[in-house]
């Protein structure tokens, strides 16, 4: 049974986001919460910094390899996606959030975004290293607003 774009694209998503996860547990990052829903929206990653207390609402951003393209990224693989529109999108969903989790809510919060990068054929069942050797964190930005 041939993968439709709707399917190939959820897994893109979810493993680019796997990606960013497994980078920031190597480095002594704690994940709380992955693709977290409300009304509002959804925020793909939140996780705590080593260090003192502190709340990362992380997009996550995955394109093609520019390598494998066969036309140019309109968004800059992913670079210029965060919108104002977003931005208040994803600011209500992590007020969302701190509402149904008070205790984080005196906790200093920043918005970060992860761009990430993929090559090879897609398939649902990939393993953590197919996932590493697949999907490149090219760019973390801290505090994109």
Known sequence: MANTKKQQDHWVGTFGEK?????LEAQGWQILAQRWRCPWGELDLIAQPPGPPALV???VKTRCD???R??????HEGLTAITPQK??????TAACFLGKFPH???WPCRFDLALVTYQGQ??????PQEITHQ???YNYIEGIF
């Not at 990606?19 to 980078?23: F, G, I, N, S, Y």
């Not at 931005?87 to 209500?92: D, N």
């Not at 897609?122 to 393993?127: A, E, R, S």
Request: charged content about 25%.
């Open 122 to 127: 897609i398939k649902p069942d990939l393993t």
């Open 19 to 23: 990606r960013v996860q497994l980078w």
């Open 104 to 106: 984080y809510s005196h």
């Open 135 to 137: 999907f490149t964190i």
């Open 87 to 92: 931005q208040t999108k994803l600011s209500e």
């Open 57 to 59: 609402f992380i997009e």
């Open 66 to 68: 520019p390598r494998q």
């Open 70 to 75: 066969t036309h140019p990224s309109w968004d």
